[in-house]
Nanobody, 117 residues
Framework: EVQLVESGGGLVQPGGSLRLSCAAS????????MSWVRQAPGKGPEWVSS????????DYADSMKGRFTVSRDNAKSTVYLQMNNLKPEDTAVYYC??????????WGQGTQVTVSS
């Protein structure tokens, strides 16, 4: 079956860093672009970042530009999100998703990121 398993979340102080991973299986990973989406308590989902199927193109929400870096390793069927200079407003559950050109197709269960002193 299709699986997307996020890991790497946790508690970090403001200004700190975390590296999230999303391990995929059950589908042809290299055929799909990948996205990270987050949802903070009491708020709706917010798009964070996307990367093209081959990894050559990346994009970020404005508030993440310069702080977050998305990458992928198709040989390992894994997508990453390096998060630096974390802020309390980054606190959320972070989800990875495999997407077509227009919409996500598969979703992971999410990993909690908490930024607090």
């Amino acid at each position: 079956e299709v699986q997307l398993v996020e890991s790497g979340g946790g508690l970090v102080q403001p200004g700190g860093s975390l590296r999230l991973s999303c391990a995929a299986s059950g589908f042809t990973f290299s055929d799909y672009g990948m996205s990270w989406v987050r949802q903070a308590p009491g708020k709706g989902p917010e798009w964070v970042s996307s990367i093209s199927s081959g990894g050559g193109n990346t994009d970020y929400a404005d508030s993440m530009k310069g702080r977050f870096t998305v990458s992928r390793d198709n040989a390992k069927s894994t997508v990453y999100l390096q998060m630096n200079n974390l802020k309390p407003e980054d606190t959320a559950v972070y989800y990875c998703a495999a997407r077509t050109f227009s919409a996500p197709r598969y979703w992971g269960q999410g990993t909690q990121v908490t930024v607090s002193s």
